[in-house]
């Protein structure tokens, strides 16, 4: 990989309740199975999240008959305010890239801000729209 074309993704949302159960949804099989990784349309079939540093986790959804690994790494779990992650899609990239979930308190909730390190350019506009409809789906679940 050409790290001079890699791109460092932006998505920030602001949500209607506090740090910790946002964070918490990040970590919490039950929830994040309903939001986290899940496309429009697609069923997920398998998480399992190992939710502390050097643990891993996986999830699978079935897209129009074929399932989706999403895969990655916990590297930091600062509850509330930061969750870092490796992050892959084997189905379509051997590449693992780096997320970064930033959580800061504010008057109506907490406002999070998702950075995606390592974005390869043709997966630019794909990746943060994908993000931007994950954390739709997370703010539809809390």
């Not at 740090?19 to 309903?34: H, I, K, N, Q, S």
């Not at 892959?88 to 390190?117: F, N």
Request: hydrophobic share 45%; glycine share 8%; with cysteine.
């Amino acid at each position: 990989m050409n790290t001079s074309t890699v791109r460092t993704l932006r998505v920030t949302r602001h949500f209607d309740a506090l740090p910790e159960r946002v964070f918490d949804a990040w970590l919490d099989p039950a929830t994040a199975g309903r939001w986290l990784f899940s496309a429009d349309g697609g069923e997920m079939v398998k998480v399992a999240i190992d939710a502390r540093v050097g643990g891993g986790f996986i999830f699978v959804d079935r897209r129009n008959g074929e399932d989706v690994e999403h895969v990655g790494e916990y590297l930091a779990i600062e509850r509330p305010q930061r969750l870092v992650f490796t992050f892959a899609v084997p189905k379509y990239s051997a590449v693992y890239t780096q997320v970064t979930v930033e959580l800061e308190r504010d008057a109506g909730g907490c406002m999070v801000t998702l950075t995606h390190a390592g974005v390869l350019p043709e997966w630019s506009d794909r990746t943060k729209e994908g993000w931007a409809m994950i954390l739709d789906h997370l703010a539809d679940t809390l």
